[in-house]
């Protein structure tokens, strides 16, 4: 090779590529850190669900407290403004409001108010621990709806949970009419009038666990033509809700100034107001902590703790209002709580045999709802 091609050959360099750093290895995740995450959903929906419970028994268990349209009326503008304020601040999304889609969503809406109206006068008329054991009931109807309408079935596992959620029912109104036997005596004018009160709350659960039938059923129907996600729900149902509300609290209730005052009473009306206001954000932090629970747990994990949440629900009753303990009461709570547990037993059982459905439609579209913008 002659010098003027070897002078060349060193003029010519070819440019290398820098190099990179290698890639750093992902970190670790802490399995301490997203068990402690769990730990916290779990208990901020069970505490949401005994907050909405106990504050509505507060209120409605005041001094002849009858403006019930009017609770629900104050619950459903704190809950859509609560929801507006976190879809603007991008922590949760929500379809705006549309006028065909309210009127399709408007008799849903009104099944809802009636499902909220008959459990809260039964709330009113019954403990929370019986009012919790019975409104167990409620699952047994939309089972067997949903066998009637959608083609579903019933395991034997979610049969003996249904055997369960009666004797419960059976033994907290044999409670509840013991205690008041007990503490009047039989045959007394006050007794007569006590167990006359269970009776009406009896009846007023019976038309709440129809009601809520047909809310559920019927809002499963319609989701399927409209595609609502669980915070769409709540905004129309609670918005749609507020007009209805208001005409029936003008034409039903009584807004005489004596009644106003004997329903707000002068020494207890800031704590009153204050716990409706707590009521109605309540019902966003169920929504709220019940997509959280599934989003680091899992539907399975939420489906046991919905269950489990009845326990505390019911103890809260026993705590709060000096509902009676008695070997009854307390054996209607286990069994209940028994209830609930085989009851998930089963559903999970059915989802692991049926694993193309979705394990939790309701669970699926909460997380939805949470994406933000």
């Known amino acids: ?9 060193k003029d010519f360099k070819v440019p290398m590529p820098p190099m990179s750093p290698p890639p750093r290895p992902p970190a670790p995740q802490n399995p301490n850190s997203q068990s402690n995450q769990g730990t916290v959903a779990i208990a901020s929906y069970c505490g949401a669900s005994i907050l909405m419970t106990v504050t509505n028994k507060y209120v409605l268990s005041g001094y002849a407290f009858n ?17 507006e304020i ?26 809802l108010i009636g499902m909220i ?10 403990s929370i621990p019986v009012y919790t054991i019975f409104k167990n009931l409620t699952i047994i109807m939309i089972a067997y709806g949903e066998v009637l309408w959608f083609g ?7 049969l003996l949970s ?24 039989h045959n007394t004018a006050e007794a007569a009038s006590n167990i006359s009160t269970l009776n009406a709350g009896y009846l007023w659960m019976f038309i709440n666990c129809l009601s809520t039938t047909a809310y559920v059923l019927g809002m499963r129907k319609r989701i399927k033509v409209t595609q609502f996600k669980d915070f769409d729900t709540m905004f129309y149902n609670n918005l749609l809700s507020i007009p209805v509300l208001l005409i029936c609290t003008f034409v039903v209730e009584d807004w005489s100034s004596e009644n106003v005052a004997k329903n707000f009473p002068l020494e207890t009306r800031n704590n009153l107001i204050t716990a409706m206001f707590i009521s109605g954000l309540s019902s966003v932090f169920i929504s709220y902590t019940s997509a ?7 539907s399975t994990t939420y489906s046991m703790v919905g269950a489990l949440n009845k326990l505390p629900i019911a103890l809260s009753g026993l705590i709060f209002f000096d509902a009676p303990v008695t070997f009854f009461s307390v054996t209607a709570i286990a069994i209940g709580f028994v209830s609930g547990i085989v009851y998930s037993m089963a559903k999970i059982q059915q989802q692991k045999q049926a694993p193309t459905l979705p394990s939790s439609a309701s669970s699926a579209s909460q997380r939805d709802g949470l994406r933000k913008n």
């Open 1 to 9: 090779m002659s010098s003027s091609e070897d002078l060349r050959m």
């Open 67 to 83: 403006l019930n349209f009017f609770l629900l009326i104050v619950q459903s503008v704190v809950c859509v403004v609560a929801i």
């Open 86 to 111: 976190c879809k603007r601040m991008k922590i949760i999304t929500y379809r705006d409001f549309n006028m065909d889609e309210a009127r399709k969503w408007l008799p849903i809406s009104l099944l």
């Open 117 to 126: 109206y008959t459990g809260s006068k039964a709330l009113q008329f019954l």
């Open 152 to 158: 579903g079935s019933v395991t034997p596992m979610a």
């Open 162 to 185: 249904f055997g369960l959620i009666v004797l419960s029912s059976v033994v907290a109104a044999w409670a509840d009419i013991q205690a008041v036997l007990s503490t009047h005596g």
């Open 292 to 298: 959280w629970c599934v989003r680091v747990t899992s």
